[in-house]
């Protein structure tokens, strides 16, 4: 079974400062995907970037970007110029690619993350 | 409506009551997916549905939690006999299909179970 683990349970970061959110994973399988979601306190889980796992290229979303090291098993997330608005909870979320396993998410346990005036 | 609805957005009851937790996925979306969020916890992932089928129930944390899905449209997840642990924020979350997968999931914004 996939197993996906977050570090770190609380992290704070001056507002346009950058902040690196740590993720690591276990899988034995060679294609899947990996996902970072954001939750406000309005509950509602977000979609922040998505990166394949055959694809060496890091994705890049605005002021958000990975650093995917595949051999490592490690997925961060990298948030340039923090704004108060990124204050939330932030998953990673790792989804095995399988025909069978289709689009459930294995989640880990999530980082606070303040971002502070 | 445009994004997944979710109701009751917060429902509190007492010990040893049934509650049922509504969710109307994203029109058109063939599957639907049920998780659970302890306080300060990640996402456990509870059920799926590929239309109105739901082939793996494995993850339902006992035989108290049943879900069912109608229409291939809205789901009810019913928990008999609320338990104080079953308190939590369940979310539900469509995708346009199961598979072929892309991980694409659209959240509602949950209901907060409190189980006084």
């Known amino acids: 079974a996939q197993t996906v683990t977050q570090s770190q349970p609380e992290m704070s970061v001056q507002e346009a400062e950058t902040v690196t959110l740590s993720c690591t994973y276990d899988?034995?399988?060679?294609?899947?995907?990996l996902f970072w979601y954001k939750q406000p306190p309005s509950r509602q889980m977000i979609l922040v970037i998505r990166q394949e796992a055959y694809k060496q290229q890091n994705a890049t979303e605005n002021r958000f970007s990975v650093n995917f090291q595949k051999a490592a098993k490690s997925f961060s997330l990298k948030i340039s110029d923090s704004q108060l608005g990124d204050t939330a909870m932030y998953f990673c979320?790792?989804?095995?690619?399988?025909?069978?396993?289709?689009?459930?998410?294995?989640f880990g346990g999530g980082t606070r993350l303040m971002v502070k005036p | 409506g445009a994004g997944v609805s979710q109701s009751p957005s917060n429902k509190v009851t007492e010990k040893g009551k049934d509650v049922e937790l509504r969710c109307d996925p994203i029109?058109?979306?063939?599957?639907l997916y049920w998780y659970r969020q302890s306080l300060g916890q990640g996402l456990e992932f509870l059920i799926y549905f590929q239309g109105n089928s739901a082939p793996d129930k494995s993850g339902l944390p006992s035989d108290r939690f049943s879900a069912e899905r109608t229409g291939g449209s809205v789901s009810t997840l019913t928990i008999q006999r609320t338990q104080q642990e079953d308190s939590a924020v369940y979310l539900c979350?469509?995708?346009?299909?199961?598979?072929?997968?892309?991980?694409?999931?659209?959240f509602g914004n949950g209901t907060r179970l409190t189980v006084t």
């Open positions: 979350a469509s995708s346009l299909v199961f598979s072929p997968p892309s991980g694409t999931l659209h």
């Open positions: 979320a790792f989804n095995e690619g399988e025909y069978n396993a289709g689009n459930m998410l294995t």
């Open positions: 029109s058109g979306h063939t599957a």
């Open positions: 899988t034995s399988e060679s294609n899947y995907y």
